[in-house]
């Protein structure tokens, strides 16, 4: 997995890769032992070269902060397969859309209702995945003529969860 991650408004560019059970990190190109555990919601504790650090996760609808030892980071994380496949989905916007799942898991919550007005990026419905909580977001422009799933309903791969028009 690629991301950009921006910190204080500097790009850094971050490759995460799992092997023989554990991460592999290079940032910016250098490649940096990481062990990781996540202990609870929000949290993330790190041993990085031997060094222990926890990070906390604080996100309102518009920003997202991370706290590390008492110090506070603006951060934005972007996902490039994730932008190109936006940009390629937008140039689409005539006819229905199926929200589909994208990965197995179970149906957390639904952030609209059925005939909700919706902008492309909103998000529709959050279903969890190994203990991640993963928000799916309406690919379009448009009114949700259809949701297919219930709150903690599971779901597989490729299930459609909603219809935008």
Known sequence: MIYEVIVGGKPHRLELEKADGAWECRLDGISIPVDALIPRRDVLSLLVHGQSYEVKREQTATDLHLWIRGARFAVELRDPRSLRSRQKA??????????????????????VA??????????????????????????KKGVVKKISTIPGAAVNNGDVLAIVE
């Open 114 to 139: 059925e005939n909700s007005d919706v902008d492309a990026g909103q998000g529709i419905v959050v279903v969890e995945a190994m203990k991640m909580q993963n928000e799916i977001k309406s690919p």
């Open 90 to 111: 937008a140039g689409d916007e005539k006819g229905p859309r199926k929200i589909l799942a994208p990965m197995p898991g179970r149906v957390v919550r639904l952030l």
